[in-house]
């Protein structure tokens, strides 16, 4: 199966910075490639999809980018709503494999 | 609005049996692909189960192969997951998640709050 890897498990950041979280793949996924958020105590919501397509209602300030094995998603400018958990995932091949996550903390 | 909502979570012994269910609206449930994805106690997210919307198609983790089964009922709006030989690392929150749809891509744009089974050993 393909293993996500998710770098770094933890980011301290500070309200109005700039951010980037960073996913690779153990082998190339192309561009079939998904970030999440997830908040406590709910469901993971869907960011972005084909690697940079950005989902219904999700704010021009996320972005993301990579293709093939390495992959990041950008945060330009840190609110406070955006301290969360943060999943990549690919649906290149079966089993569609997430990473670990990384969690978004308030410095 | 599109909705999602599990049911059928529990307490059941190891080697036990359950079966939920995602009871869905908002939506033309029968041409959507539906997924479980799981998510143990503080632990991150775990793709279960994927099904196509015409049930000709199904999908599973090597952890689940041969114990758990996906369907779907269309009449119904409703998906489910038998879950059979369970196991202390079954316990998790099962969440649905509705396949979004734009071709070719696997991402899930929706998703329920999630049923808890727990596995006692």
């Known amino acids: 199966e393909i293993v996500m890897t998710q770098s770094p498990a933890t980011l301290s950041v500070s309200l109005g910075e700039r951010v980037t979280l960073s996913c690779r793949a153990s082998?190339?996924?192309?561009?079939?490639f998904v970030w999440y958020q997830q908040k406590p105590g709910q469901a993971p919501r869907l960011l972005i999809y084909?690697?940079?397509v950005r989902a219904t209602g999700i704010p021009a300030r996320f972005s993301g980018s990579g293709s093939g094995t390495d992959f990041t998603l950008t945060i330009s400018s840190l609110q406070s709503e955006d301290f969360a958990v943060y999943y990549c995932?690919?649906?290149?091949?079966?089993?569609?494999?997430f990473g670990q996550g990384t969690k978004l903390e308030i410095k | 609005e599109v909705q999602l909502l599990e049911s059928g979570g529990a307490l059941v012994q190891r080697g036990g049996s359950l079966r939920l269910s995602c009871a869905a609206s908002?939506?033309?449930?029968?041409?959507?692909?539906m997924a479980w994805v799981r998510q143990a106690p503080g632990k991150g997210l775990e793709w279960v189960s994927t099904?196509?919307?015409?049930?000709?198609?199904?999908y599973y983790a090597d952890s689940v192969e041969g114990r758990f089964t996906i369907s779907r009922d269309n009449s119904r709006n409703t998906l489910y997951l038998q879950m059979n030989s369970l196991r202390a690392d079954d316990t998790a929150l099962y969440y649905c998640?509705?396949?979004?749809?734009?071709?070719?891509?696997?991402?899930?744009?929706?998703w329920g709050q999630g049923t808890m089974v727990t596995v006692s050993s």
């Open positions: 998640a509705r396949r979004i749809s734009v071709s070719g891509t696997g991402a899930y744009d929706f």
């Open positions: 995932q690919q649906y290149n091949a079966w089993p569609h494999t």
């Open positions: 908002g939506f033309t449930f029968s041409t959507y692909v």
């Open positions: 082998q190339s996924v192309g561009r079939d």
């Open positions: 099904i196509s919307d015409e049930e000709d198609r199904t």
């Open positions: 084909g690697a940079s």
